[in-house]
């Protein structure tokens, strides 16, 4: 059972434009939300999170909102660059028990590709 | 601050074989969280060490096996490899437990 899914393998958009990248979840009990960039032979990096108690966070060029109800977030990227051309994964985190341990499921990734 | 060095960074080997993998978190980051990245999968959560214990563990069977030893670094191990395993390792730290993680480059490991 996949329970953050981000049903679009690959995303193209143009440079200047705005890149929306989607993310859906199953488990209500997730309470932090976290996108990754990954470059090919690299390994991930962190872009930008959100916690459940809040629908929206900015940062730069980045934004991502959370639809709590819908239990959906989303990933704006605003102008999108070439640079930003990666596989983003979104990721979300279940804090269980007394709140040392958790649960971080990712999802699948999306290959967004910004076109000069 | 060194970032997150995996080593090796490829290696080949054939069914049966066993392999470890090594990670050296960032100073002072006290949780290591190792995940496997395939094509078809994704980012898939291995297990999680914090202050040498393992905290958290993913849905992979008993061959794969971690450590942390005292000065954070850990290790991985895979013991009867299958094709299957075919993957990037990716090892990531982080301060705390939960807290943002800093991915190292990962190991590509290929079994034939």
């Known amino acids: 059972d996949q329970q953050v899914k981000q049903n679009s393998p690959s995303l193209s958009v143009q440079e200047g434009r705005i890149s929306i990248l989607n993310c859906d979840y199953t488990n209500s009990m997730f309470d932090y939300f976290l996108w990754y960039k990954k470059y090919p032979a690299e390994g991930p990096t962190f872009l930008i999170s959100i916690s459940s108690i809040k629908d929206k966070n900015e940062d730069g060029r980045f934004t991502v909102f959370l639809n709590k109800s819908a239990k959906h977030l989303s990933l704006h990227i605003v102008p999108s660059q070439p640079g930003d051309s990666a596989v983003y994964f979104c990721a979300a985190i279940e804090t269980l028990g007394g709140g040392s341990n958790y649960k971080l499921t990712f999802g699948k990734g999306t290959l967004l590709t910004v076109n000069p | 601050k060194a970032g997150v060095t995996q080593t090796p960074r490829y290696l080949i080997k054939t069914r049966g074989q066993q392999v470890t993998l090594s990670c050296s978190p960032i100073s002072g980051h006290r949780s290591v969280s190792w995940y496997q990245q395939t094509p078809g999968q994704g980012l898939q959560f291995l297990f999680e060490?914090?202050?040498?214990?393992?905290?958290n563990k993913g849905n992979f069977p008993g061959r794969f096996s971690g450590r942390q030893f005292s000065n954070s670094r850990s290790e991985m191990n895979v013991s009867t490899l299958e094709l299957g395993d075919s993957a990037l390792y990716l090892c990531?730290?982080?301060?705390?437990?939960?807290?943002?993680?800093?991915f190292g480059e990962g190991s590509r490991l290929t079994v034939l």
């Open positions: 990531a730290s982080s301060f705390r437990l939960a807290g943002e993680l800093f």
């Open positions: 060490y914090f202050s040498e214990t393992q905290r």
